[in-house]
Structure formats: structure tokens, C-alpha cells
């Protein structure tokens, strides 16, 4: 018998698979990373102090239509986060006394932070776990940027719409 003969195999009588999808493209936003959404978004973040009021908390966040401030000493510093979620508290706690409460009375003091280059969907759990919807972005003390879960989704959703496009023009030709 030669030595290159083979026998004949199943495999041999099954037709080569292939597929549109692998676990790269599923999982495609696994390797999304924090700055690939910051570097999508408006880079503003806005900031209070903590002695402000919770009146002028409310105005900018209507003003510039967002759910959360990120409250920064007078070097910028961060020291806290104030969201709607907050302020909503305190109105139930206090009604009828609240907006006059300094920032730094209800803000949440124990901020977590991410950085640039954590992976988004590391961020997303940890937000979803903590049940948070804003987050600082930080690079050593200094921040950097403020990522929300709409903002991951919205990511997410252009990048699912660019990929539908790269499907149509393969197909098309």
C-alpha cells in the first residue's frame, strides 16, 4: 500500500461549511473600549461645585438636557457625582426644602470611575451591577470624560448599522 493512500471518510463526503458569522463579529463590541465611545460623543462634561445648590444642579441639568453633574473641587478635582436619581431622593425626603441643599448634602461621595482603555462591556457590567447609569472617566486624578449607558448603546447601535451597511454592499456588489 503506498504510503500517501488515505481511505475514504465521512468528512469527505460533507460539504465544506461557511458562515456570515463568527465569534469575532458577534462579540465585535467586547472589544470596544471606553475612549472608542468618548472619541463618538460630545467631549463636554459638566461640572458643579459642592457648595452650589441643588436649584443650580436642576437648572443646568435642564439647561443642557443630562441626568447626571460630575462635582469637582475648585482645582477640578472630582468629589462626587450628582444625578437626577439624587436630587429625587432628596425630594421625597425633603419636599418643599430641597432645593436650597448644598450639592455636596446629597451628592454620592464613593464615585466609581473607569479609564480610557477598560473594555466597555467590563464597564457596562459593573454599571449594570452597581445600578448606575453615568460614570467618570479618569486617567490618574484627572478626568477625562463622563460615559453613560445610552452612550454605549448608541455606540453599539452605529456600529450595528455600519455593519448592516458592509453586509448590503458585499451583496449588491
Not at 463568527?22 to 473600549?33: D, H, K, L, P
Not at 480610557?116 to 486624578?141: I, N, Q, S, W, Y
Request: proline fraction near 4%; glycine fraction near 6%.
Amino acid at each position: 500500500m503506498p504510503e500517501s493512500y488515505r481511505p475514504h471518510l465521512r468528512k469527505d463526503d460533507e460539504e465544506k461549511r461557511t458562515s456570515s458569522q463568527s465569534v469575532e463579529s458577534n462579540t465585535s463590541v467586547s472589544n470596544a473600549r471606553v475612549q472608542d465611545v468618548l472619541d463618538s460623543k460630545d467631549a463636554t462634561v459638566h461640572a458643579i461645585r459642592p457648595q452650589q445648590t441643588l436649584h443650580d444642579a436642576v437648572d443646568q441639568l435642564r439647561d443642557h438636557r443630562i441626568g447626571a453633574l460630575v462635582v469637582t473641587d475648585a482645582n477640578g478635582e472630582l468629589v462626587g457625582i450628582l444625578s437626577e436619581r439624587d436630587i429625587v431622593r432628596k425630594l421625597a425626603d425633603t419636599p418643599g426644602h430641597t432645593l436650597p441643599k448644598k450639592v455636596e448634602e446629597v451628592m454620592t461621595r464613593d464615585v466609581e470611575t473607569c479609564t480610557a482603555d477598560e473594555p466597555l462591556v467590563t464597564v457596562l457590567t459593573r454599571m449594570t451591577k452597581g445600578r448606575f447609569r453615568h460614570m467618570p472617566v479618569v486617567e490618574g486624578t484627572s478626568l477625562i470624560g463622563l460615559i453613560t449607558i445610552g452612550d454605549a448603546v448608541n455606540f453599539r447601535l452605529n456600529q450595528l448599522e455600519l455593519e448592516a451597511l458592509q453586509i448590503k454592499q458585499l451583496i449588491v456588489g
